[in-house]
């Protein structure tokens, strides 16, 4: 069905059309992704299960893929799967020039390089890039794409010069072992989780906006949420869509060995919301840099608000003239950005 209205307001709201079958003009055809199943993960207990069935896995990709390299940011999860590959493997770090957003990245990254031997690699982000590779990526995905997916698609076309034949990330350690510390620091209600996940309003910037609450609806406990599978059936498909749609686009193919795993013991929210987000996968670090401090949850840095700082917003019919663009971050700026150039070339 082609609804624009619905299509925009879905991607402003959530960062991806969250019903199929919904497109934004007629031959856009785009897909929703299905995570694993549940019984199809491998469980575990302790910091030592992850470590072994990680091992596991990597041995089984050593033998269908010579050449695996890595996207290595300075967080845990990456930092992790590094001690698995084999010395040599190339490794990719993101970096932006003129700006510091990514330094402290930079900085871990090459560490855990030293320490295993690997060959790093920087993949610098520009506004030019993002003009460049933004066509491309939302030409396979027939909508508008997250922030990340042309840094993906500049780090795969990277990797593909040098060899690589698999890349592995750790994307989804943070869904699956209690990293969204902030979205589990309490039990929320309706209202409020929808504000609080809602990444920007549609009626704070599109002329006909569509509201998503049946969506969140389908998750209303009364006058709460539940949360946890809000974010296990949502979160997980706009987030595992964006490297499926990035790596997919430049033909790279692309492993995440914590997407085959389970926690066997339901997540101790307790400690998550006192201090330990991650409290299995810290262990795990721990086990693999016993001389270096756990680090804090950064996620994957992006230079949009540099790069959109001075920005003055969409002129499109579809997004509204008084939008207040000083009080948008450079992620949502980027929405906007991405969505109007999205209508120019397709709608």
């Not at 902030?182 to 910037?205: G, H, I, N, S």
């Not at 914590?258 to 006192?274: F, G, Q, T």
Request: charged residues 25%.
């Amino acid at each position: 069905m082609t609804d624009k209205d619905f299509c925009l307001s879905s991607y402003i709201a959530l960062r991806y059309i969250w019903k199929g079958g919904m497109e934004f003009a007629d031959g856009l055809h785009h897909e929703l992704i299905k995570p694993l199943p549940a019984e199809e993960r491998i469980p575990v207990h302790t910091a030592a299960d992850i470590d072994r069935e990680i091992q596991r896995q990597f041995d089984s990709l050593y033998e269908l893929f010579p050449r695996i390299g890595i996207l290595l940011s300075g967080g845990m999860d990456s930092a992790i799967l590094a001690s698995y590959l084999h010395e040599g493997s190339h490794a990719y770090t993101f970096t932006a020039s003129g700006t510091a957003v990514f330094d402290a990245d930079q900085e871990r990254a090459a560490q855990y390089c030293r320490r295993f031997g690997l060959k790093h690699h920087l993949v610098d982000i520009s506004f030019d890039d993002y003009k460049a590779i933004t066509p491309i990526v939302m030409k396979t995905k027939c909508a508008p794409v997250h922030s990340i997916e042309p840094q993906i698609y500049k780090a795969a076309q990277m990797a593909i010069a040098d060899g690589v034949d698999l890349i592995i990330v750790g994307e989804s350690s943070d869904l699956i072992f209690g990293g969204m510390d902030q979205l589990l620091a309490k039990d929320w209600r309706f209202d409020e989780f929808v504000r609080r996940y809602t990444f920007l309003e549609p009626e704070l910037v599109l002329t006909n906006p569509v509201s998503m609450l049946p969506l969140f609806e389908q998750y209303r406990r009364g006058e709460y949420i539940d949360f946890m599978r809000f974010m296990d059936e949502v979160f997980s498909v706009e987030s595992s869509s964006s490297y499926l749609n990035a790596f997919g686009t430049a033909r790279l193919p692309y492993y995440d060995p914590y997407a085959r795993l389970i926690m066997a013991e339901p997540l101790d929210l307790n400690r998550v919301r006192h201090g330990e987000p991650k409290y299995l996968i810290r262990q795990l670090y721990a086990m693999k840099y016993p001389n270096l401090p756990v680090p804090d949850k950064i996620p994957m840095p992006r230079p949009v608000d540099m790069i959109f700082r001075h920005w003055t917003g969409p002129t499109r019919p579809e997004f509204r003239p008084d939008i207040p663009m000083q009080q948008l971050t450079g992620n949502q700026k980027w929405q906007l950005w991405c969505a109007e150039r999205f209508l120019q070339t397709y709608c």
